[in-house]
């Protein structure tokens, strides 16, 4: 001790005061590091969640197909070339084979079943076709102008129409989808000839004839899409089989034989 009263540390020998002082400073530095560790990596933590929420919400699941659809195509079908749906013509006739005509439709989709979409909806088609024979030659001035000149082989028409409710299943979005259907209702082929048999003597020898087999029964197969470029109009096709039923004989009449015809279609579809 010195005069002043001063405790005097001899050199080289550290107090137990300094000692707890510098062993609660690294206590502190420690504890003070992992703090700013977990601080770091919580705010790491929070800007990913944050940065990611955005993007999850901006890619969300696709509407599924519908909610509902209307349908008007244009349409081609094939007429079996088979003389039995005609009414007897000569040999040579030349028998129409590729009808024209219109689908329309209308479809909802009431409920999904897994990654498909239900469609009710119904359609009706309706095609025609024809075929003529070369114009007779009416000579070269050997024949009186009074003279009427008749085909010896007719004209010959076909008509198809059919009407049924249909069921589909639907794959993609609402932006667009394609899908499978099928549909059972009623259909009608009917056919018919002009007058024919008179040749250069203007006599008709075979009066204008109908073949008409009746409404029957009929199923129709297909599948097709739809592809929509804006929000209420798309373009759609279709590729469908229909079957119909054989009919019977009514009284002087044959029996309306079983009729398979494929037709395609193209159009719009409205929403």
Known sequence: MIGDGTPVT????RTAHNGNMREHGRHGHEKSRKVVRRSTAIC??????SSGAPAAAQ?????PPGPFVVDVRGA?????RDVTIFPAVPTGTDLPSTAAGIVVGAHVYPLSLGPMRLGIGASALRVRATASPAAPDSGSGSTSSSAT??????DVEATFTSIAPELSLNFGSAQGWSYISAGAGRAKLATGTSAFGGGQSGVVATEAQVLDGGSRSSVNVGAGARWFTRAH????FDLR????SAGTAGEGDRAAPRVMMFVASAGVGLR
């Open 10 to 13: 001899a050199p080289g020998i």
């Open 44 to 49: 790491l933590l929070w800007i990913g969640l």
């Open 59 to 63: 890619i969300a699941a696709p509407s």
């Open 76 to 80: 081609i079908g094939s007429i079996p």
């Open 149 to 154: 000149t008749v085909a010896t082989t007719p």
């Open 233 to 236: 109009l798309a373009f759609s």
């Open 241 to 244: 089989l229909h079957i119909v």
